[in-house]
C-alpha cells in the first residue's frame, strides 16, 4: 500500500492542476463578461440595473473582497504564515484558486447600473475598439508568458513537487516586452478595462476602481520586487518606463535581469 508520503506529489500536483483549470475557465469566463458577449449567461451590463445605492455598495464589496485578497495573501509575510498550514508547492495555486474564486463571485453578484457614457455609432469604430480589446487580452497572455505563465499560476510548483525537484524562485530577467516596459500585465488590464465601444455607468465603475487599484498596487509590489532584487530592480526602475515605451531608448542595449 503506498503511504501518505508517497502519495503527496501526486496529489500537489492534481491540485495544482485543478487550481490551474479553474483559473482558465475565469480567464475565458471574464472575456466575455467585460466585454459584453451574449455567449456567456451573465456580462457586466447585462439584466435589470438595481437601485443606485444598492449597486455601488454590493459592486464596491466585490471589487473591495478581490483587491484584499489578490494583493494581501502575495505579501511576504502572509505567505510565511500561511505556508505553515499550506505545503509550499501548493502555495501559489490556492493563491491563484481563491482569487478566481473572488472573480467568480464578482460575475454572479455584480449589479448593472444603467446609463451610457459612450456608444460608438460607426461600425468602423466598434470593430476598431473590439479589436484592441481583444489584443489587451492577447497582450495579457503574451506577457505571462514571457515570464513563466506557469509559475506564475503555480502549475510548476506542482510539476516540480511530483518530480522531487526544489522549485527555486525566478530569476528576474527582462525578456521580450519587458526590456522596454516594466508592467506589460497592468497595461494589458488597462487595455482590456477601457477599450469598450459601449461604457455604461455599471462598466466605468469597474474600470475606474480596478485601474486606481492597480495603481497602487504597482506600488506595493515593487516595494517588494526592490527588497527581494535590489540595486538589480533599481537599474530597471530607472531605465524602463513603468507602463509604456518611451520612443528613444537612451544608452546601448542593455543585458536584463528582470521581473515577473
Known sequence: MESHSSRQPAVLLAWSVFCYVAFFACFLYAIAFVGNLSVVPKTIDSGSAAPLGL???????????????HTGMARRGFKRAWTRIVPEPAERATYVLLSSLCLAL????????????????????????????????????????????????????????????????????????????????????AIIFWATPEMSL???LFAAVSTTYMGLAVFVEERDLVHQFGDAYRRYQESTPRYLPRLVRSG?????????
Not at 252 to 260: D, H, I, N, T, Y
Open 252 to 260: 546601448g542595449r542593455r543585458k536584463g535581469v528582470a521581473a515577473g
Open 55 to 69: 449597486a455601488l455598495a454590493v459592486n464596491l464589496g466585490l471589487l473591495s473582497l478581490f483587491a484584499v485578497q
Open 202 to 204: 455599471g462598466h466605468l
Open 106 to 189: 464578482l460575475f454572479v453578484f455584480w449589479q448593472p447600473i444603467g446609463g451610457t457614457v459612450w456608444k460608438l455609432t460607426s461600425p468602423l469604430a466598434h470593430d476598431a475598439l473590439m479589436a484592441l480589446y481583444f489584443g489587451g487580452w492577447a497582450l495579457l497572455l503574451y506577457s505571462t508568458l514571457l515570464i513563466d505563465h506557469f509559475d506564475l499560476f503555480g502549475l510548476r510548483q506542482g510539476w516540480a513537487a511530483f518530480r522531487g525537484h526544489d522549485c527555486p524562485p525566478r530569476a528576474f530577467t527582462t525578456p521580450g516586452l519587458y526590456r522596454h516596459i516594466r508592467h506589460p500585465i497592468y497595461l494589458s488590464w
